[in-house]
């Protein structure tokens, strides 16, 4: 089973920087043949899409509230995606999620990598508080 663990999240003033990881507890072959995403999620919201990362990493997708703010990268060697968060804005503020695929060495349509249901797992959270 897999099991993603998020850390690097709290609170930090507009206009601050963070960096969200997560570290997948599955065996680096497989991690390394997995999409992983990034959603956030707000009280009475929906789970938004923030960030994906193809599993060779060559190619990134961003919400458009995120462009030229947010970066996703992975490292495969250490199970390990990350989100590096620039230019906080108070909208920012949500529980930030790592997600996995469920499948493995897939490729799909854009659209596909902004959908909740193309991942399978998904990490407990972690809180960033962005203050005015």
């Known amino acids: 089973q897999v099991q993603l663990v998020e850390s690097g999240g709290g609170l930090v003033q507009a206009g601050g920087s963070l960096t969200l990881s997560c570290a997948a507890s599955?065996?680096?072959?497989?991690?390394?043949?997995?999409?992983m995403g990034w959603f956030r999620q707000t009280p009475g919201k929906e789970r938004d899409f923030v960030a994906a990362?193809?599993?060779?990493?060559?190619?990134?997708y961003y919400a458009d509230s995120v462009k030229g703010r947010f970066n996703i990268s992975r490292d495969n060697a250490k199970n390990t995606v990350y989100l590096q968060m620039t230019n906080l804005k108070p909208e920012d503020t949500a529980i930030y999620y790592c997600?996995?695929?469920?499948?493995?060495?897939?490729?799909?349509?854009?659209?596909?990598?902004?959908?909740?249901?193309?991942?399978?797992?998904r990490g407990q959270g972690t809180q960033v508080t962005v203050s005015s």
């Open positions: 997600a996995a695929d469920r499948a493995q060495r897939r490729t799909y349509l854009e659209r596909a990598y902004y959908t909740p249901s193309t991942y399978a797992y």
């Open positions: 990362i193809t599993f060779g990493g060559a190619i990134t």
């Open positions: 599955i065996p680096t072959f497989t991690f390394s043949n997995r999409v």
